[in-house]
């Protein structure tokens, strides 16, 4: 009788334990209850891992009065744990906060949780804890294991940006343009001046004996004679147009031509005193070029400049009057109308008007290439800026470029292109910070040039500043630069990859354009992406390979493998235990390939 008193007394014992034998129940069936975690492995997304746990309970199951706290957590390889949010679940009758989950019929909870990555978590196990609580008795569960990896895939954005003379769309280095065109056209002008209504020489006339246009046409012939290339002479006639139409044209070509017949005369004696003082023959010293002549009649366009620039109290209304007059003759009659009432048209406007404009252009003597980058270097003194910043683009040596830039830092000071240009060389050897100040230099010496906000831009996007750099590209859009891809790119690290895809829809053939598709699951777009691009990256090779492992084409993702590993042998490492590979990394082929 006693041993039955003690065996009751064990039994009722084991029954308080675990509150009534509800809890033992509940732990004895707990492999009934399932938990997931979706996606598994989990994925990485612009530095976040938004998980969406699950647990189903059968029926019959879950005690009206008990709770179940799920505790997530992730555990790392060097078996440190990180401990997330728990959820809290109840039964029906039980107090407190939760979500219910029915006895009769069961039920099931979906929690979503957003979890900071680490790298440490890459190779980490995400698992869960179920603890049973009834009134004040207590049962820890079974761990269950909920993912292995971390997948971080979509936060692999290419940012790796190359030296660009123009602007191609991408996430590039831009440099400056040198805009040097080749030898350089330079040009000489003069005048002569006639009288109203006639087309004769008169060297009396004020204008023909002012210095200054006296001066220029001694000038003229120096000038022509200084360069070997002469590229032309032209002598231009032209008429006051308060005159009659006919007449004035009349003029304009006669003028021309009287002021042609000039220009030779004066060529050929110029010739002949040069040939006298060098002591060598006319022919000799004559160069090749011919005198193009011809009329433009009367000068509206010069009249109404002019009487702009004047201190006509009324010119405003001149201007307008004029500028509304179709009519030639009735334009030539108001004309007439003001020269009766402002004395300052009759005695200076108009007389500059009656002229023969001659202009003389000329090219310098060119140098060539190998002359310019060796200025460049030893007597920077003899070219201009956009000669030393064009002989920057003849060399690969990185020490010569920067002695180039650095010249022209020098000489041209005020110049912002040397700064950009040397940024560019800079980042090209990682120097960084450097390149920075020479960016932000450049920028305090042209505020809105849009080459160097995209280089400022890209520096803060290499710094992980996406704030700093959105702002840059944005106003480098402004200032002329595409900049879609790049915003394209600031879209893919705060995690809007359709946002991405919109913004890089101009660029088709691309790494980082693939990887908008695969973070959006878009598979077959993504192999497209991949496969039209000509040279392709290990990088390339990789993403081709995760596209083969998220669609189950195994020889792709072996074989795209092992390209990558022919052109960065490193990228094993990645691969032995990267979670995109999780369900091929037992067949031989990937062990042999990767381990």
Same mark, same amino acid.
């Given at each position: 009788?006693?041993?039955?008193?003690?065996?009751?007394?064990?039994?009722?014992?084991?029954?308080?334990?675990?509150?009534?034998?509800?809890?033992?129940?509940?732990?004895?069936?707990?492999?009934?209850?399932?938990?997931?975690?979706?996606?598994?492995?989990?994925?990485?997304?612009?530095?976040?891992?938004?998980?969406?746990?699950?647990?189903?309970?059968?029926?019959?199951?879950?005690?009206?009065?008990?709770?179940?706290?799920?505790?997530?957590?992730?555990?790392? %390889?060097?078996? @440190?744990?990180?401990?997330?949010?728990?959820?809290?679940?109840?039964?029906?009758?039980?107090?407190?906060?939760?979500?219910?989950?029915?006895?009769?019929?069961?039920?099931?909870?979906?929690?979503?949780?957003?979890?900071?990555?680490?790298?440490?978590?890459?190779?980490?196990?995400?698992?869960?804890?179920?603890?049973?609580?009834?009134?004040?008795?207590?049962?820890?569960?079974?761990? =269950?294991?909920?993912?292995?990896? =971390? =997948?971080?895939?979509?936060?692999?954005?290419?940012?790796?940006?190359?030296?660009?003379?123009?602007?191609?769309?991408?996430?590039?280095?831009?440099?400056?343009?040198?805009?040097?065109?080749?030898?350089?056209?330079? %040009?000489?002008?003069?005048?002569?001046?006639?009288?109203?209504?006639?087309?004769?020489?008169?060297?009396?006339?004020?204008?023909?004996?002012?210095?200054?246009?006296?001066?220029?046409?001694?000038?003229?012939?120096?000038?022509?004679?200084? /360069?070997?290339?002469?590229?032309?002479?032209?002598?231009?006639?032209?008429?006051?147009? %308060?005159?009659?139409?006919?007449?004035?044209?009349?003029?304009?070509?006669?003028? @021309?031509?009287?002021?042609?017949?000039?220009?030779?005369?004066?060529?050929?004696?110029?010739?002949?005193?040069?040939?006298?003082?060098?002591?060598?023959?006319?022919?000799?010293?004559?160069?090749?070029?011919?005198?193009?002549?011809?009329?433009?009649?009367?000068?509206?366009?010069?009249?109404?400049?002019?009487?702009?620039?004047?201190?006509?109290? #009324?010119?405003?209304?001149?201007?307008?009057?004029?500028?509304?007059?179709?009519?030639?003759?009735?334009?030539?009659?108001?004309?007439?109308?003001?020269?009766?009432?402002?004395?300052?048209?009759?005695?200076?406007?108009?007389?500059?008007?009656?002229?023969?404009?001659?202009?003389?252009?000329?090219?310098?003597?060119?140098?060539? #290439?190998?002359?310019?980058?060796?200025?460049?270097?030893?007597?920077?003194?003899?070219? !201009?800026?956009?000669?030393?910043?064009?002989?920057?683009?003849?060399?690969? #040596?990185?020490?010569?470029?920067?002695?180039? /830039?650095?010249?022209?830092?020098?000489? /041209?000071?005020?110049?912002?292109?040397?700064?950009?240009?040397?940024?560019?060389?800079?980042?090209?050897?990682?120097?960084?910070?450097?390149?920075?100040?020479?960016?932000?230099?450049?920028?305090?010496? *042209?505020?809105?040039?849009?080459?160097?906000?995209?280089?400022?831009?890209?520096?803060?996007?290499?710094?992980?500043?996406?704030?700093?750099?959105? %702002?840059?590209?944005?106003?480098?859009?402004?200032?002329?630069?595409?900049?879609?891809?790049?915003?394209?790119?600031?879209?893919?690290?705060?995690?809007?990859?359709?946002?991405?895809?919109?913004?890089?829809?101009?660029?088709?053939?691309?790494?980082?354009?693939?990887?908008?598709?695969?973070?959006?699951?878009?598979?077959?777009?993504?192999?497209?992406?991949?496969?039209?691009?000509?040279?392709?990256?290990?990088?390339? /090779?990789?993403?081709?390979?995760?596209?083969?492992?998220?669609?189950?084409?195994?020889?792709?993702?072996?074989?795209?493998?092992?390209?990558?590993?022919?052109?960065?042998?490193?990228?094993?490492?990645?691969?032995?235990?990267?979670?995109?590979? !999780?369900?091929?990394?037992?067949?031989? *082929?990937?062990?042999?390939?990767?381990?």
């Amino acid at each position: 009788m006693k041993t039955i008193k003690q065996i009751s007394l064990f039994l009722l014992g084991g029954c308080i334990l675990f509150s009534a034998c509800g809890l033992n129940k509940m732990v004895k069936k707990q492999d009934t209850v399932s938990y997931t975690v979706n996606p598994d492995p989990v994925e990485v997304y612009a530095g976040k891992m938004p998980v969406e746990i699950k647990g189903t309970f059968p029926p019959k199951y879950f005690k009206k009065k008990a709770t179940v706290t799920f505790t997530p957590a992730i555990q790392m %390889e060097d078996g @440190s744990t990180v401990t997330l949010a728990p959820i809290t679940l109840k039964g029906e009758k039980a107090e407190g906060d939760g979500k219910v989950i029915g006895y009769k019929n069961g039920g099931s909870f979906t929690v979503t949780q957003e979890i900071p990555y680490q790298p440490a978590y890459e190779t980490s196990t995400m698992v869960g804890t179920p603890t049973a609580q009834l009134k004040t008795k207590q049962a820890d569960l079974n761990t =269950v294991a909920l993912s292995s990896g =971390v =997948v971080t895939t979509a936060d692999r954005v290419s940012c790796n940006p190359n030296l660009q003379e123009k602007n191609t769309g991408k996430t590039d280095l831009l440099l400056s343009d040198h805009n040097y065109k080749g030898p350089k056209t330079v %040009e000489k002008t003069a005048a002569i001046y006639f009288e109203l209504n006639r087309d004769n020489l008169n060297w009396s006339l004020a204008r023909n004996k002012d210095a200054a246009n006296k001066e220029a046409l001694a000038a003229i012939m120096p000038f022509l004679c200084q /360069y070997s290339n002469v590229e032309g002479v032209e002598i231009t006639g032209w008429a006051s147009p %308060e005159g009659e139409l006919k007449r004035n044209s009349e003029l304009a070509s006669n003028r @021309s031509k009287v002021a042609e017949r000039w220009f030779k005369g004066e060529y050929d004696k110029y010739i002949r005193a040069k040939a006298r003082k060098e002591k060598v023959k006319p022919a000799t010293l004559k160069k090749d070029f011919t005198v193009k002549t011809q009329d433009n009649g009367e000068d509206w366009d010069g009249f109404v400049v002019a009487v702009g620039a004047s201190n006509i109290k #009324d010119k405003g209304q001149i201007v307008n009057v004029i500028k509304s007059q179709s009519n030639p003759d009735q334009r030539e009659q108001q004309i007439r109308n003001m020269i009766a009432m402002y004395d300052e048209i009759d005695n200076s406007i108009l007389p500059g008007l009656r002229r023969a404009a001659i202009r003389v252009t000329c090219v310098e003597a060119p140098k060539t #290439d190998e002359q310019i980058a060796d200025y460049a270097i030893s007597n920077p003194d003899t070219l !201009n800026a956009n000669e030393i910043l064009y002989a920057a683009t003849l060399t690969n #040596d990185v020490k010569a470029k920067t002695e180039m /830039y650095e010249n022209a830092m020098r000489l /041209y000071p005020e110049d912002f292109r040397a700064y950009n240009n040397l940024g560019c060389v800079k980042m090209s050897i990682a120097q960084k910070d450097a390149a920075k100040q020479l960016f932000e230099k450049a920028h305090s010496l *042209a505020e809105n040039e849009g080459t160097v906000l995209n280089n400022l831009g890209v520096v803060a996007l290499l710094e992980g500043d996406t704030k700093a750099a959105a %702002e840059y590209f944005e106003q480098a859009a402004a200032n002329g630069v595409n900049s879609d891809y790049n915003l394209g790119i600031i879209s893919m690290k705060t995690g809007d990859y359709r946002k991405a895809i919109e913004q890089m829809q101009g660029v088709k053939c691309d790494y980082n354009v693939a990887l908008n598709y695969v973070a959006i699951k878009d598979f077959a777009s993504a192999k497209t992406a991949l496969d039209c691009i000509e040279n392709k990256t290990a990088e390339d /090779y990789y993403l081709l390979a995760v596209v083969g492992a998220r669609t189950k084409d195994a020889t792709l993702a072996v074989n795209s493998l092992k390209e990558a590993f022919k052109l960065n042998p490193d990228l094993k490492k990645r691969a032995a235990k990267d979670a995109e590979f !999780n369900k091929i990394k037992d067949s031989e *082929a990937f062990k042999a390939l990767v381990f």
